[in-house]
Each structure stands twice: as structure tokens, then as C-alpha cells.
């Protein structure tokens, strides 16, 4: 398995990140890592890291697509991008 990458253009409505972590959840695929950030067209922009192989990984992308809040979704391949790691700390 390999380590995939999404970056889910999305409207920001109340309980978007439920409907897209549900067809992870339904198909037993861990997420390593999710980033949201605003767009400034006011969409969210949404980065999924997991692991898949081929076939499943195409599935989510399809099932991903056809989520209602869903705008866009984009394959990002992880030899082409720079993955760092944020943390928050309170002392």
C-alpha cells in the first residue's frame, strides 16, 4: 500500500468533514493526516492522507466526488509534494 493524497475542495457548511471521513470509515481506511484550510472563494480546502492501494484508492477518489458538499477532488502524488508536520503545544 502506498501513501495517498487528496486535497478535497469542499463548501463550508456544518458537517462536511462527517460526510467525508464516513466513506473512510465505512471501508476501514486509517487517515494519517487531515489539514483544512479556507479558500479565499470561501470553499475549505481539505487534505486527506492515508494509505490505499490502487483500486480503493480510485474508489474513494469516485466516492469522494460524488459526496454532496463536494466541489473538487484532486490525486496529489506524494513524490511531487512537501508534507510537514504542525504541532500546538500549551505549557
Not at 470561501?42 to 483500486?55: P, T, Y
Not at 477518489?61 to 504541532?87: G, Q, T
Amino acid at each position: 500500500m502506498k501513501t495517498r493524497i487528496f486535497s478535497v475542495l469542499c463548501e463550508n457548511v456544518p458537517g462536511v468533514m462527517m460526510r467525508i471521513t464516513r466513506g473512510f470509515t465505512r471501508r476501514q481506511i486509517n487517515l494519517d493526516s487531515i489539514t483544512v484550510g479556507m479558500e479565499p472563494t470561501g470553499l475549505a480546502r481539505i487534505i486527506l492522507m492515508f494509505k490505499a492501494d490502487d483500486h480503493m484508492a480510485e474508489l474513494m477518489r469516485r466516492v469522494l466526488s460524488r459526496s454532496e458538499p463536494v466541489v473538487d477532488v484532486e490525486v496529489i502524488e506524494p513524490e511531487r509534494s512537501i508534507v510537514r508536520e504542525v504541532a500546538l503545544l500549551k505549557t
